[in-house]
Every structure is written in C-alpha cells, then in structure tokens.
Nanobody, 130 residues
Framework: EVQLQAFGGGLVQAGGSLRLSCAAS????????IGWFRQAPGKEREGVSC????????????YYVDSVKGRFTISSDNAKNTAYLQMNGLKPEDTAVYYC???????????????????WGEGTQVTVSS
C-alpha cells in the first residue's frame, strides 16, 4: 500500500520555524521526485517546493517558488524514504494545509499540475500568527 505521511505542522508566531516531514512507503522512493504543495483557506492548492531524489542523493536538485525562496529548504534522506521541508522566517501568508506528493518530475509541482501527481499524502496544518 502506497503511503505518504506528512507531519510536523503546528502553530507558530511570525518569524518562527517549523520542519515538515514526509515519510514514504509502498513505492520506490528513488524513482520519484517529492514535492510540497499547500492550500490556504479559500485558495487553490499551489506547488511550493520539490526535490529530485531520483537522480541519487549526491545529485539531488531542489526547486522553490519565489514566495518561499531563501526561507524554505527542502531535503531528503533516501535511506529513510523521507523528505523534509525546513521553513524559516514564517509569515502569516504561509498559513495553509501542507501536502507532500510524489511525482515523476518537479515540473509537475512547480506548475501545480495536480492531475499529474502520482501519490498524495495527508495534509498537515501550518498556522502562522502575526
């Protein structure tokens, strides 16, 4: 059974930090790129960041949307089949439910092509207070 479990969300004040984790099972982690999407209340889901684990750990590539560049860092531990999203300098506009997903290429995440995502995880709520 394919599973992507996202956790690590919570309530923080503006300027604070959180680290989200995405634990994968039931598929070959190295064959997929892992991305993070988020959906704020009343808004559409958007791609946030992606890492290409499928080129091997030493050749991973990372991508970010402009709104989180310099604040968020995505990483992965292929030995643990887990991806992470370190979020620093959080802003109230980062408040959303965050979802991890597995897809063949990061372009799917960066263009928010939701129908091309292969596997979705459950969301984790991130709330940033001002």
């Amino acid at each position: 059974e394919v599973q992507l479990q996202a956790f690590g969300g919570g309530l923080v004040q503006a300027g604070g930090s959180l680290r989200l984790s995405c634990a994968a099972s039931g598929f070959t982690f190295d064959d997929y790129a892992i991305g993070w999407f988020r959906q704020a209340p009343g808004k559409e889901r958007e791609g946030v960041s992606c890492i290409t684990t499928n080129y091997g750990r030493t050749d991973s590539r990372t991508y970010y949307v402009d709104s989180v560049k310099g604040r968020f860092t995505i990483s992965s531990d292929n030995a643990k089949n887990t991806a992470y999203l370190q979020m620093n300098g959080l802003k109230p506009e980062d408040t959303a439910v965050y979802y991890c997903a597995a897809t063949e290429r990061c372009e799917v995440v960066l263009t928010t092509s939701l129908d091309l995502v292969d596997y979705w995880g459950e969301g984790t709520q991130v709330t940033v207070s001002s």
